[in-house]
Each structure stands twice: as C-alpha cells, then as structure tokens.
C-alpha cells in the first residue's frame, strides 16, 4: 500500500472522511480520528476567516490529549480542505493557518497550485489532490500533489462521471503514489473492493452526515436513511459545477429534480460567502449514491465500527473464496 508515512498504523480501517460543506465541524473531525479514520472539514466552514485559527487549536490539542492516554492506539491524522478556485479569496490566508499549525495533510479541490503545495510541504505536510479523470490527475501530480482522490461517477457532492474500475485503472498505469476512492462508498465491502480495483483507501462523505456529531439538518440525516441511489440527481444547476443531490430535497425547493436547467459553469462560486448558490448546500443536499448502506444516524464511533466489521467479513469471505 502507498499510504503516507502519517497514516501508517494509524487506521482501523483505510478510510479518508470526505470533507463536508457546512456538516463537517471539530467535533466530527477529532471524533474521526479518534476512531482511527481520517476526519477532515473544509476550511471555508471555519466562519469568520479567524476561526479557523480557533479550529485548528482545539482539533490538535484534543488529539494531542487523545495520543498521550493512548499510546498504544494513536488517532488518524486530520485533513483541511482548501478550494483552491479564483472565487475563493481567503485562500492564502486559509494555507498560512495550515502552515502555522502544520496540518498533517491538506485536501485540494478545484485547482492544483504549486504555490499551495509548496507551501504545504515546507513543513512536511502531505498534498492530496481531488480529480475528476486521468487528465487532471496527471496535472496534480506534475505541479506537486503527494497524492490523488480519483472522484468517480456516484460521488456526493461534485462528482465525476467515470466508472471507478476504469479510473483507477488508468490512473494506477503511471501513478504509484497514494490513491484514495471515492464514489458511492458508504460500507467496508466498498473499501475493500476499492483496494482490490487499486486504491489504497475509500474517500466517504454521505455516510458521516447521518452522524450525531455532523453538523446537518436532522431532516437532512434521516433521508439519508430514506432513501436510496435511484433518489438522486446530477445536476449543475447549483454550483455550476456537475454534482449529485437528493432529489426530496430539490423537489422541497419548489423545482422538478427530472427537468432542471443547465448552470453556467462560468459563474460558479466557492468563496467565502454571500452568494446564494452557497446557500444550495444548505437547502439543496449533496448526497451520494451509497446511501442504501446508510441505516440509522449513529455516533462517528459506531459508523466506523460497522465500517471496520463488514471490512473485515468481507476479507474473509474472499480469503475463503
């Protein structure tokens, strides 16, 4: 396995929690790391700029406490994920905090800038960078990404088109580095067959949002429960960007999921607030097409324990295969 020398005997399972839109929070984060998965937020959910700062002081003080009791079973690393698009302009102020903390690794979305990595690595931070296809991978890799989330067709949220056998295939031809699935990954079983395809870990998301830690509308959790793929939509229309989205949702919004418009892919925005296609997160929710694995909203702890069991019963069944 290509897993960074950080999360080396430091995972229950090889997991990287996706970072959520508004959901993900410290709370969330430290409880998935404490489980022994990767726990990550975007910065951007970190609300003025400076609370970030706050953020990330509490995250790696009370993983710091968590070590010290725990010597034997240290937490996983955690993650920011920074937006790195021309809307986004809190963005170097977002990597200088990093910087100053040393985030163990950092998550780039929507552009690969080698003035980010650099500046990641400088401490020796870990890059991954999340692609759509082999052209952009490629791209993240050249201009100093560390490693690559391959974001397949089924993904929550902005998502690929690709099928993840044919990703990860054509990926693995060049790439040997750490390589992370995400696409309709909300079971053990999923992991697993995403290490088979060539990956080194699953990259979940709409999983972690039926948690008790997440920061989601209780209704939001519960029709993760609810429903299942055939409930989800492709769309552009709410960022400008491809992504998938929980077609109850839409229809609560007063549009017909089966007959939206296109958006203008030029006017999408993820900057740090005020538009109202922000607010498509809120009231639109991004959802993957997973969610039939999804049962019950659950503590962190216990979703990554159910992760870790089926993980593990579905090695053994293809051993005894």
């Not at 609370?51 to 010597?71: G, K, S, V, Y």
């Amino acid at each position: 396995m290509a897993l960074p020398d950080c999360m080396q005997g430091r995972l229950s399972i090889p997991v990287v929690g996706a970072p959520l839109f508004i959901i993900s929070n410290p709370a969330m984060v430290i409880a998935q790391c404490k489980a022994g998965v990767v726990g990550s937020f975007p910065a951007l959910n970190a609300r003025p700029a400076e609370m970030l700062d706050t953020w990330l002081i509490r995250i790696n003080e009370e993983l710091d406490a968590h070590n010290q009791a725990n010597p034997d079973n240290p937490a996983a690393p955690y993650a920011v994920n920074q937006i790195v698009h021309k809307s986004n302009d809190r963005l170097m102020h977002d990597v200088e905090m990093c910087v100053k903390h040393k985030v163990p690794v950092v998550i780039t979305s929507l552009g690969a800038r080698e003035e980010v990595f650099d500046a990641i690595h400088s401490y020796g931070g870990v890059c991954l960078h999340d692609v759509i296809n082999n052209r952009f991978a490629k791209k993240a890799v050249e201009k100093g990404a560390d490693g690559l989330i391959c974001v397949a067709a089924g993904a929550g949220g902005h998502a690929g088109t690709l099928s993840p056998m044919a990703f990860i295939q054509e990926v693995r031809e060049w790439f040997d580095g750490p390589v992370f699935l995400s696409g309709a990954i909300a079971s053990g079983d999923a992991v697993l067959a995403a290490q088979a395809m060539g990956a080194d870990g699953g990259y979940i998301g709409s999983a972690f949002i039926a948690t008790d830690e997440a920061n989601a509308d209780p209704a939001y959790k519960q029709a993760l429960v609810d429903y299942a793929a055939s409930d989800i939509v492709y769309t552009n229309l709410f960022t400008g960007v491809l992504g998938n989205y929980l077609k109850p949702s839409i229809e609560a919004a007063g549009m017909d999921p089966d007959n939206l418009p296109e958006s203008d892919a030029s006017m999408m925005s993820f900057g740090s607030g005020g538009s109202s296609k922000s607010k498509a997160w809120k009231d639109i929710w991004g959802c993957g097409q997973g969610i039939n694995a999804v049962k019950a909203v659950v503590p962190v702890e216990e979703l990554v324990s159910r992760l870790r069991n089926e993980y593990q019963s579905a090695r053994e069944r293809v051993l005894k295969n």
